[in-house]
């Protein structure tokens, strides 16, 4: 599970959450496949919208020019950002997000295995909405302030606990990524957040971090399916 920071600005939330007060939005359920529909208790912005379609356009390129995205997924699809509402009493149950998806309005489909949320209403303006992941650690429970993202597997267990009070504003989205084992994914970033970071630091050797660069993508040249 890895947190993205500050991925939009306060000024890009403040518009976000303007345009998408203009939109329409439908019952969750009508978007949920199989036994999620039954647990999913939402309101979604419509998504043929053209506003809708906008905002989740300039979502996607945030999102494939973030370094730290790119890193942690190294993706090769990305789904179009959903945009949900949660109200007071509104909840989605525990569910697993569906394996395969058709990617709207084109022929192509998506492996899901990272499942992402945007989390476009501050913590402190509403109560319960927490997204919970199930883990081998226990329950993880999430709650990021306006701007900031969670990128959790998608083959996690999770849910979303009611609102209890105020509105939960947030984005969705799902990654495919070239590198479909779990592991060696998260070993990649980690070792690019190592090289990163030593970038960072003045002294670096340059032939050492030439020497690491190589490795690392020679290990994605070996693991990616492109
Ligand atoms: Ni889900």
Same mark, same amino acid.
């Given at each position: 599970m890895i947190v993205i920071d500050n991925l939009l600005t306060s000024d890009e939330v403040k518009q976000f959450r303007s345009a998408l007060a203009s939109i329409p939005f439908n019952d969750g359920k009508e978007t949920a496949m199989?036994?999620?529909?039954?647990?999913?208790?939402?309101?979604q912005a419509d998504a043929q919208h053209e506003r809708t379609q906008h905002l989740a356009n300039l979502l996607l390129a945030k999102l494939g020019n973030h370094s730290k995205v790119?890193?942690?997924?190294?993706?090769?699809?990305?789904?179009?950002?959903?945009?949900?509402?949660?109200?007071?009493?509104?909840?989605?149950?525990?569910?697993?997000d569906a394996a395969i998806m058709r990617i709207p309005n084109t022929? =192509?489909?998506?492996?899901? =295995?990272?499942?992402?949320?945007?989390?476009?209403? !501050?913590? !402190?303006?509403? =109560?319960?909405?927490?997204?919970?992941?199930?883990?081998?650690?226990?329950?993880?429970?999430?709650?990021? !302030?306006a701007g900031s993202a969670v990128l959790y597997p998608s083959s996690s267990l999770h849910k979303v606990t009611p609102v209890t009070?105020?509105?939960?504003?947030?984005?969705?989205?799902?990654?495919?990524s070239m590198i479909s084992d779990p592991q060696i994914r998260q070993t990649l970033f980690e070792l690019d957040q190592a090289i990163q970071s030593l970038i960072a630091t003045e002294s670096a050797n340059r032939e050492q971090l030439d020497q690491l660069h190589h490795v690392y993508h020679n290990l994605i040249r070996q693991f990616a399916a492109v």
């Amino acid at each position: 599970m890895i947190v993205i920071d500050n991925l939009l600005t306060s000024d890009e939330v403040k518009q976000f959450r303007s345009a998408l007060a203009s939109i329409p939005f439908n019952d969750g359920k009508e978007t949920a496949m199989g036994m999620a529909a039954g647990v999913k208790n939402n309101g979604q912005a419509d998504a043929q919208h053209e506003r809708t379609q906008h905002l989740a356009n300039l979502l996607l390129a945030k999102l494939g020019n973030h370094s730290k995205v790119v890193s942690a997924a190294l993706p090769q699809r990305i789904f179009p950002p959903c945009f949900n509402r949660y109200s007071e009493s509104q909840n989605y149950g525990y569910h697993v997000d569906a394996a395969i998806m058709r990617i709207p309005n084109t022929p =192509d489909v998506l492996r899901s =295995d990272m499942s992402m949320t945007i989390f476009l209403s !501050d913590a !402190d303006t509403y =109560d319960g909405g927490e997204l919970v992941i199930q883990t081998g650690f226990g329950e993880q429970h999430i709650k990021c !302030d306006a701007g900031s993202a969670v990128l959790y597997p998608s083959s996690s267990l999770h849910k979303v606990t009611p609102v209890t009070k105020g509105e939960r504003v947030a984005a969705i989205t799902w990654i495919q990524s070239m590198i479909s084992d779990p592991q060696i994914r998260q070993t990649l970033f980690e070792l690019d957040q190592a090289i990163q970071s030593l970038i960072a630091t003045e002294s670096a050797n340059r032939e050492q971090l030439d020497q690491l660069h190589h490795v690392y993508h020679n290990l994605i040249r070996q693991f990616a399916a492109v």
